[in-house]
């Protein structure tokens, strides 16, 4: 069986090392833009991050996409034939690494954190009241990740509730009702641009937005305007819209928004190996593989 590795701009090489260590008999490919049709054509099954514009087409074996992470956007490219299985890593250990990673970006504004670091700067040592924290959280999306960030923001004490399309309130309900909002979506059709100017007006003010899902989420201007107006008393963004973000984007220079480079939390080669060779062996045996997303949804 031949495998195409697309991990780009991962390297391939300790996922090839990962995967034959289980999986010894099968041909893995790093692709390569110098792939010929004929290389191209015997390939059975791709695993990475993206698809590279027009590749889908030159593959009609491909039977099964498996994404080496939690969204599979990037791999659902218009020429990907509708028969095509995509399907998703879903590993615990990122989820509680996403739950871990908000916790602290709530923690941090929650408790005025930013505030003392400031005073520290400044050599001001002034106490100021500090009421426990229980402050209202929105967690947009309801999955794997999604619910372990509402259980872990429950364990320390704040008030967090899921949303997801399908609940019966409104988006922008739900946010009338939340003092902070954490995005856990996936990015698709539906939810790109979900977070945009209407979405911050229906904040009460003063709130706080946490995005660990993907840039495309956010209407990165509009956040601006409402952090700059002080409609959002700031942002912390994992993700951004354009990343790596370059160096001369406004998002940078706003007081109040926080940003990290897609780093609050991985599966890890070896999760994404040992669940790829294990979906490849379920698949040899007849059963369908685990974790395909519903292609209709995007998710
Ligand atoms: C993911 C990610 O989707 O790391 O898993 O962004």
Redesign the pocket.
């Given at each position: 069986m031949k495998v195409l590795l697309l991990t780009q701009p991962m390297p391939a090489a300790p996922f090839i090392d990962a995967i034959s260590a289980l999986a010894p008999e099968l041909e893995l490919i790093e692709y390569r833009s110098s792939l010929g049709d004929a290389s191209l054509a015997a390939i059975d099954v791709a695993i990475g991050w993206s698809m590279p514009p027009g590749l889908a087409a030159r593959m009609p074996r491909l039977g099964w996409v498996c994404?080496?992470?939690?969204?599979v956007e990037k791999l659902l490219v218009p020429d990907l034939a509708p028969h095509v299985v995509v399907s998703?890593?879903v590993d615990p250990a990122?989820a509680a690494g996403m739950a871990q990673f908000v916790v602290a970006m709530v923690l941090r504004h929650a408790r005025d954190l930013e505030r003392y670091a400031a005073q520290q700067q400044a050599r001001a040592w002034l106490r100021q009241p500090t009421p426990l924290a229980t402050h209202r959280v929105a967690v947009l999306g309801t999955g794997a990740i999604g619910g372990e960030v509402v259980r872990w923001l429950e364990r320390v004490g704040f008030r967090a509730r899921g949303w997801s399309l399908r609940s019966s309130e409104t988006l922008h309900q739900v946010l009338a009702e939340s003092d902070i909002t954490v995005c856990a979506l996936p990015l698709t059709e539906a939810t790109e641009g979900i977070l945009d100017a209407r979405a911050f007006a229906a904040m009460p003010r003063g709130s706080y937005l946490v995005n660990v899902a993907?840039g495309a989420h956010v209407v990165e201007a509009d956040l601006i305007e409402a952090v700059r107006s002080g409609q959002l008393s700031g942002a912390a963004l994992d993700?951004q819209r354009r990343e790596p973000l370059p160096a001369d984007d406004p998002l940078w220079h706003v007081p109040g928004i926080t940003i990290t480079p897609?780093i609050?939390?991985?599966?890890s080669t070896e999760v994404i190996a040992a669940q790829f060779v294990a979906a490849l062996r379920t698949l040899q045996f007849g059963g369908s593989v685990p974790n395909a997303i519903d292609r209709s949804l995007g998710y």
């Open positions: 994404s080496i992470a939690a969204g998703r890593t990122q993907r993700v897609h609050a939390a991985q599966s």
